[in-house]
């Protein structure tokens, strides 16, 4: 089952066009235009932006609001960083922010992870994002929303996230599970990965379940069982700790947002992901 009747809507995980629609004149609403695309899909999401966005969006540049120290890319943003620009987007305590991305349910929920990342709870992705939107022919505007610096606090919450040690240790002592969101010919090893110099295969003993196996055809997210089925099929044990991961730590958070939708508390995301993992020949790599 697809679409609005299936989502349960939540204001800290996944709300419909419905609600966002009854919602939009809110004034503690704001909105997210999170959309990023790989060089493959052939897509400008800034342009896209301008040229029609939902009323009162702003846009989340996700590889302008990083950390760039690393090398890899759009890493999780110092906090510092996160509230000067968040600030500025017009987004401060008290509000509740909805986020959606171009693709459906792609981008958008990797700046839910960070915002949860940050300590923010009243955060939540579009389901369907701007395509559903579009398609029920919701109104759009040209127009950029004119934002006021606010006040904004963050909390973080290191637990969320992972760096490569932690991941080199969970897959040496199989004490959580490490699921990797990538399509399952990447990770069994047997196509090029899309940016240079990366090895081809997968984290030892991780697991695979495509982050496309929990959306519905609409692009909408499956219901709990749905999501569950998902999981199980994966080889995940929905009882045990998970650390999310994929390529450049981006559809890895699709992971976490359905693992937030079954109540799954104990996950983290692996920000490095496959840029960092292939990228470093002392790591070893599994393929098949």
């Known amino acids: 089952m697809a679409g609005d009747a299936a989502t349960l809507d939540d204001p800290r995980t996944l709300v419909?066009?419905?609600?966002?629609?009854?919602?939009?004149?809110?004034?503690?609403?704001?909105?997210?235009?999170?959309?990023?695309?790989?060089?493959?899909?052939?897509?400008?999401?800034?342009?896209?932006f301008d040229a029609a966005h939902v009323p009162g969006a702003r846009f989340f540049d996700i590889d302008a609001i990083a950390d760039h120290r690393s090398g890899l890319p759009h890493m999780?943003?110092?906090?510092?960083?996160?509230?000067?620009?968040?600030?500025?987007?017009?987004?401060?305590?008290?509000?509740?922010?909805?986020?959606y991305d171009g693709a459906g349910l792609f981008s958008a929920a990797r700046v839910w992870w960070l915002f949860r990342l940050m300590?923010?709870?009243?955060?939540?992705?579009?389901?369907?994002?701007?395509?559903?939107?579009t398609a029920e022919d919701r109104p759009l505007t040209g127009t950029r929303a004119q934002a006021r610096d606010r006040h904004l606090t963050v909390h973080?919450?290191?637990?969320?996230?992972?760096?490569?040690?932690?991941?080199?240790?969970?897959?040496?002592?199989?004490?959580?599970?490490?699921?990797?969101?990538?399509?399952?010919?990447?990770?069994r090893g047997e196509e090029p990965e899309p940016r240079a110099g990366m090895r081809a295969?997968?984290?030892?003993?991780?697991?695979?379940?495509?982050?496309?196996?929990?959306?519905n055809a609409d692009g909408t997210m499956k219901d709990a069982a749905g999501l569950r089925a998902a999981f199980e099929?994966?080889?995940?044990?929905?009882?045990?700790?998970?650390?999310?991961?994929?390529?450049?730590?981006?559809?890895?958070?699709?992971?976490?947002?359905?693992?937030?939708?079954?109540?799954?508390?104990?996950?983290?995301l692996y920000d490095g992901s496959w840029s960092e993992w292939g990228a470093f020949p002392e790591l070893e790599v599994e393929t098949g």
């Not at 419905?18 to 052939?42: K, V």
């Not at 943003?77 to 305590?93: K, Q, T």
Request: proline share 6%.
């Open 16 to 48: 419909s066009t419905d609600w966002l629609s009854r919602h939009l004149g809110d004034d503690t609403l704001r909105i997210l235009d999170a959309s990023w695309y790989l060089p493959a899909m052939e897509r400008d999401a800034g342009a896209e």
């Open 156 to 187: 973080p919450r290191p637990h969320l996230l992972s760096d490569v040690t932690d991941v080199a240790q969970a897959a040496k002592a199989r004490d959580r599970q490490v699921v990797d969101a990538r399509s399952p010919s990447r990770f």
């Open 201 to 215: 295969g997968h984290i030892p003993g991780s697991l695979n379940v495509h982050y496309s196996t929990l959306l």
């Open 76 to 99: 999780a943003p110092p906090p510092e960083m996160f509230v000067s620009r968040v600030r500025a987007l017009g987004i401060g305590d008290g509000q509740q922010v909805v986020i």
């Open 119 to 133: 300590g923010k709870d009243d955060v939540a992705v579009l389901d369907g994002g701007l395509p559903k939107w």
């Open 233 to 268: 099929a994966g080889g995940v044990d929905l009882s045990r700790p998970v650390i999310t991961t994929c390529g450049s730590g981006v559809t890895a958070a699709i992971l976490s947002l359905a693992l937030a939708r079954l109540g799954h508390e104990d996950n983290s």
